[in-house]
């Protein structure tokens, strides 16, 4: 990892053509937007977002040990004349004109992922196999927005030999002007599922947005599709329709250039035979689920065309584990015993559902445990939401779930379409949910937890952890 400082103010006033007020330091460390976690010797950018205007928050920044701000014209006044400042007409637009900059600047290989499902894991699997390579800069988070992007990639060090960007959308137009930013040699789209249906008229009107990625690859760059996705000639036919010569699919499919050949799933991990373009490989991929499997094909496939070493990569995959609210687990102190949690609480579509409910099948739990799935509303789904709520009985019942709890009046769907003998509980929201919920949990268990964001099921796993406080749970095939 690079030492040297990311920015000078000199080359930061130029990219984003503004005017200097006050005393600048000769260089900024880092590149932030909240002044809560704001380092001493980073830029703080004062974004005004749709709650909080960052101007309000200036002084807080500098006080922090901020080393400057970029601030509004308009807002200049409300701060002292010496104060270390970057004054520009919009400081979001500001942060775009840096994030250009910083991309021209870069000689890294550089790797755009995006996908109705895994994004975020793709991304961070990719930042695990790439980082054992050589200097890596993935996005934070799922800073994957009209602000994410950028900041991502002004925060990019020029010394990085790859870089990965996650790439969102829930509107129509929302990718192209982020991947135009990002300019990708790889462009990896994960799979294109019902999600966002509240703003689109079908699932190819979804897969015509993700495609919109390839409108940002660099010329003889390549694309990373999922040839066992029902969208994935569509996709073909547009990126052969912009020219793009190099299309590399991934899937169970015997035509693919990544293909699995064998899986053996466990409950915390995987054994993954492929064959990776043209090149068999076996590896353990330190992620549960046949989807994470599938998308270790991707990550693969993409490090190669990165230029990475394959059997490097490869070996790597054991290394990464599931982010909170995505799959983490933890192993709960109960009386007699323990349990276990897998958190997936950070969001939620059918898909995912779907796949979270297969790994809870794969769970492992104790003589008297039980496989629990506690489950808030999925929404953005549009007129199909009840429907696609009723739907998740089926993986229910496929992967013989034995105990149910739902919340959320979406979610009423299912509960309404459980078998009496599954029906845990059920409430308007998390929190009413909660009580009961933790009072059903017992030795042995295993306990999956999942909404969309917005139902809030990350207060039941804060209630879980805090009434049966333990440790993260051991991968049983490791140790």
Known sequence: MST?????????????????????????????????????????????????????????????????????????????????????????????????????????????????????????????VLGAQGETHASSASFNNHWGVPLSLARCPATARFAIFEIGMNHAGEIEPLVKMVRPQVAVITTVEPVHLEFFAGIEAIADAKAEIFAGLEPGGAVVLNRDNSQFARLQRRAKKLGIARIVSFGADRKSGARLLDVSLHSACSAVHANILGHDVTYKLGMPGRHMAMNSLAVLAAASLAGADLALAALSLSQIEPAAGRGSRRALEVANGEATLIDESYNANPASMAAALNVLGQAAVGPHGRRIAILGDMLELGPTSPALHRGLNEAIKANHIDLVYCCGPLM????????????????????????????????????????????????????????????????????
């Open 4 to 128: 040297a400082p990311l920015w000078t103010s000199e080359a930061m006033a130029q990219a984003m053509r503004a005017q200097v007020q006050g005393v600048l330091p000769p260089t900024v460390s880092g590149l932030s937007i909240d002044s809560r976690t704001v380092a001493p010797g980073e830029a703080y950018f004062a974004i005004k977002g749709d709650v909080h205007d960052g101007h309000d928050f200036v002084a807080a920044a500098l006080k922090a040990g901020a080393a400057l701000a970029v601030v509004q014209a308009a807002q200049r006044d409300r701060f002292a004349a010496d104060a270390p400042l970057l004054v520009v007409d919009d400081v979001l637009a500001g942060l775009v004109e840096l994030a250009h900059a910083a991309r021209a600047r870069l000689d890294a290989k550089v790797i755009a992922v995006t996908g109705s499902v895994g994004k975020t894991s793709t991304k961070e699997a990719l930042r695990r």
């Open 412 to 479: 009423r769907n299912l509960w309404d379409a459980l078998s009496t003998g599954k029906r845990g509980g059920y409430a308007q929201t998390a929190a009413i949910l909660e009580t009961q919920a933790v009072a059903a949990i017992r030795a042995g268990d295993a306990i999956m937890v999942k909404g969309s964001l917005g139902s809030k099921m990350k207060t039941i796993v804060n209630a879980l952890e805090k009434r049966f406080p333990g440790k993260a749970a051991l991968d049983e095939a490791a140790v």
